[in-house]
């Protein structure tokens, strides 16, 4: 059974950090592009950052950019998401996903994505 689970969030400070972990089992996600959304109440779920599991290969959403660093350890089949300079506009529900779409881009739609995680609850505070 493939699974991906997320931990790590919580409640935070404006200006606060925190690391986002996403542990897979049940499939080897090595060759996988893994990636990281979110979801606020009543908005769309939203593309957040993403590597491929070949090259490494990073994307970041602007909105995150030289704030937020994704990371993946092939070996332990987890992927990390350190989040810095945290500001209310971030709070949501994060997501971890996998995809198996080729190529050498990031995909950032959430239809490209063939397995997702529950989620964690990141609320920054004002």
């Known amino acids: 059974q493939v699974q991906l689970v997320e931990s790590g969030g919580g409640l935070v400070q404006a200006g606060g950090s925190l690391r986002l972990s996403c542990a897979a089992s049940?499939?080897?996600?090595?060759?996988?592009?893994m990636g990281w959304f979110r979801q606020a109440p009543g908005k769309e779920r939203e593309f957040v950052a993403g590597i491929r599991g070949v090259g490494g290969t990073r994307y970041n959403a602007d909105s995150v950019k030289g704030r937020f660093t994704i990371s993946r350890d092939n070996a332990k089949n987890t992927v990390d998401l350190q989040m810095n300079s945290l500001n209310p506009d971030d709070t949501a529900v994060y997501y971890c996903?996998?995809?198996?779409?080729?190529?050498?881009?990031?995909?950032?739609?959430?239809?490209?994505?063939?397995?997702w995680g529950q989620g964690t609850q990141v609320t920054v505070s004002s």
């Open positions: 049940g499939r080897t996600f090595s060759s996988d592009v």
């Open positions: 996903a996998a995809s198996t779409v080729w190529g050498l881009r990031v995909p950032v739609l959430p239809n490209e994505y063939n397995y």
